[in-house]
């Protein structure tokens, strides 16, 4: 089986199941894909559009077809010499519900239920309400409403033997220890001989296995109808609706291990680790042996049978130890190598979900191949924005909305809101725990809760990246100038006796080394302080950058994604050459994407965002204009009017942004799909903002003002023939733009990701819009037909041109795996009038060359083209500089032209003189055989 060269995304979901995806293995292997990546495959909630929500982590979610499916698809796949790479979720699993057997365990035993361990909760809660328990905050109104209304029944489930409170979707067991007050109030002998007996393993330490023999009794007495129905009886005794129900309700609630609670309470008490701030999904111990063991037992099975050859970490940075964690699966996965099938591929990969921040690198001693590729869509978005395109659309962002066009400004004030909203319990918890180390030593026991909280906050406000990694031993060095920073920035805002603290803090953090304590105490301290800290950060960063100040600042929208550093309007070609050069060196095997299930604006969507920024002054004007035109679609509420100027440009940016080339004015049906697709959005984008609405407090009014605005943009006639001439203006550069992504994805150092669909233009918005259904069919009979690259520029429009390229570089990387797993990357000068608009490198390896010219900010040298390339005489007298060693006769990837080089400069003009992007092929052993390599017949 060849190894990884190509991987294609795929979401799983009972619309897509394993068998769907079987159907179009053959699809995939004829593109040139190596393996499939596939989303969560282990059992998630019932109906879970993306599997990120497991409940059962030992199993092959049944929704998909479970593991007889499973085993259908990886036949298929090695059929076609393909792999398969399985997303795992280390981090957490789906809680509340009904469906999660480890969860209901916790709740219906406590600490003393096996699973107690497995969840990250705190059994000592300062607060008096939860000490021993847990909160579940779950009920849609105040726990006194609730309970009373008769919406919290007490039923008997007579297949487990068990009883549950039932209300909507939850269920809450109650602990077997307190059946007997249940069983208490039935009019039947030997219920109320039940009762004692269930009563008696309150005083038992064995109560977890002996009460098996006990429901065993229940089940056979219950069988009898009188006795069921004495049983009914007394489950009715508990109807809220009633004074003596709810009293008698209420204390049996008050015996359990777990406080219901109104969902809105989470964010300040919650007692449990959560994913982000999603009460729905509880953390996990991870680090914990017998939970590594519990999580991985199906994964790691899979392995070894050869029917998974890679694995993707979902969120590596929730966990305590990342790095120790991917060591762990590391070294498993190597034990499990020569275990494998002959023909299964060595070595196994392992990748991490990781958001690097800018100036940050992947930590080189994980063991891991890489990350999910974030990064990379970051640096070729950057360098294909206009920097002079920063400064004008800062000052219309600031004019129009009257909001710093500071993006790390923003952030620092989304930090601080998170803080103190919807993770205030998280950021509570850490502060305790760095309280309890000032009291643990003479010289810091005065150091007040208060004053730590002040520090804490400045310090996270001014984070610039999603964590740091100390442990035991402290600190890593490469971590240490990031933390100098949040220090630096925190300093500035602090009183000097906070101040003082704040370098206490540094100290806890891991400045010294928990190992390097005498105190055994005190070491056990800093080390759940680091902890703590390293789990809040990562949150906080997702939220305020990605969930929050990515919708509130909008210099251009194409620049706030998952994984970009939005506070860089562009990056230079050098800057992107480095970041490939360092990944060639340190991780030939990471992971390059350019669009992910966790995008916010698909990559062709940015692709012409980016051509916008070249269009600065001009879409200036145009937004002035739209504005006053649009003025009288605003809707007067109490607020003021809506939707806010901020909103409105935002709006205008999607616009442009998601047009599809392919879409008319005249195509009803055509337009009210957009329509609706681009008020999902909306809704969402305005909830992330948190500015005039919210996911916890949504205001309606406002939304549906944004939707009307929104939708009379579509429909008023010289609004929408104006926005669609700006969009159509956009087409040609934002084409180009996104032919030159796609064929820097595929020839950079690095596995290219392909995801689902984006084999043809991407204009999707963020999920669920990023998720909808795949037409394989018409992209395997577009495949089918073979269009060159030349054939399909004429209509390029359908998308086949963008697939013609990403089949053909597919089966380069086909025929010459060793190039771009092991080639060196080297950029090439450029110099003439348009220098700045090209990018060109070389990948070498063994006698084999290949030569990558693609250009950037191509809108100024269209001219009047009428397909996405631009005119050769356009490009002067641009040219690379080449050095002796690229001289002789090279082969074009796309056209099959011969390119003969004998000079020290080679034109534009004569590289990119057919088509928008140039790849050019060079072997000195196949050269000297007079012969072309297979794959360009």
Known sequence: MNEIRATVRLQFHAGF????????????????????????????????????????????????????????????????GMGLILDIV?????????????????????????YAEFFDIDWCSPDPLLTGKLLVPFLGAPYAEILQSGELTLRYVPQVVSFHLAYHEHRFPIDPRHYGNILRLAEHDSLWDLAVQFDALQQRDDAYTAVDEIRHRLRLIVDD???????????????GTTPEGAIRLHALLERQHYRLAWWRTASDEINWRRFFDVTELGGLRVELPEVFEATHALPLRLVEAGWVDGLRVDHVDGLADPCGYCLRLRDRLDALQEKRPADAPHPVVLYVEKILGAEERLHRDWGVDGTSGYEFMNHVSGVQHDPAGAEPLRALWHEVSGRDPDFLGEVRLARREILTSILVSEYDACARALHAVARSRLESRDITLAAIRRALKALIAHFPIYR????????????????????????????????????????????????????????????????????????????????????RSAVLISRNDVGFDGEHFSHSPEHFHAANAWRARHFPLGMVTTATHDHKRGEDVRARLAALSERAKPFSDQVEHWRRLATPLRRALTSGLAPSPGDQLIVFQLLLGAWPPTLEVQ???????????????????????????????PDEAYEAACREFLEGLLAEPMLRDSLAGAARALDLPGAI????????????????????????????????????????????????EKPTPLDALPDWRDGRLKQAVIARLLALRQHQPALFAQGNYREIATAGENATNLLAFTRSHAGQQLLVVVPRLPGGLLGDAQQPHIPPQRWGNTRLQLTP???????EVLTHASLAISESEIPATTLLAQLPVGIFLRDDALAARDRETSFLH
């Open 17 to 80: 199941t394993l068998d769907d995806a079987e159907r179009w293995v053959d699809y995939y292997a004829a593109l040139g894909i190596s393996h499939l990546y596939a989303s969560p495959l282990q059992t998630s909630r019932s109906g879970s559009p993306h599997g990120y929500d497991g409940i059962d982590p030992t199993r092959i979610d049944p929704e998909l077809g479970g593991e007889a499916a499973l085993e259908r698809l990886v036949t298929r796949l090695r059929a076609n």
């Open 90 to 114: 280390p981090n957490h699993v789906a809680v509340g519900g009904s469906e999660n057997p480890w969860w209901q365990e916790v709740l219906a035993w406590g600490r003393d239920s096996p």
């Open 225 to 239: 109808p009188p006795a069921r129905q004495a049983l009914d009886e007394a489950l009715a005794q508990f109807d």
């Open 468 to 551: 740091t990694y100390a442990d035991d031993a402290g600190r890593p060095d490469v971590d240490e100038p990031f933390f100098a920073q949040a220090m630096a920035g925190a300093r500035k805002e602090l009183s000097p006796p906070d101040a003082w603290v704040l370098d206490c803090i540094d100290a806890w953090l891991g400045g010294e080394a928990p190992s390097d304590c005498e105190d055994n105490q005190e070491r056990r301290l800093r080390q759940r302080a680091i902890v703590r800290f390293q789990q809040l950060t990562s949150p906080v960063a997702a939220k305020a950058v990605e969930d929050t100040a990515g919708y």
């Open 667 to 697: 195509d009803a049906n055509g337009m009210r799909d957009f329509t609706q697709r681009l008020a999902q959005w909306q809704q969402k984008a305005l909830r992330e903002a948190k500015l005039h609405s919210h996911w916890l407090w």
């Open 737 to 784: 733009n996104g032919l030159a992504q796609t064929v820097l994805r595929l020839t950079v150092p690095g596995v290219p990701d392909l995801y689902q669909g984006c084999e043809f233009w991407d204009y999707s918005l963020v999920d669920p819009d990023n998720r909808r259904p795949v037409d394989h069919a018409a992209r395997q009979a577009a495949l089918a």
């Open 885 to 891: 060693e690229l001289q002789g006769t090279w082969r």
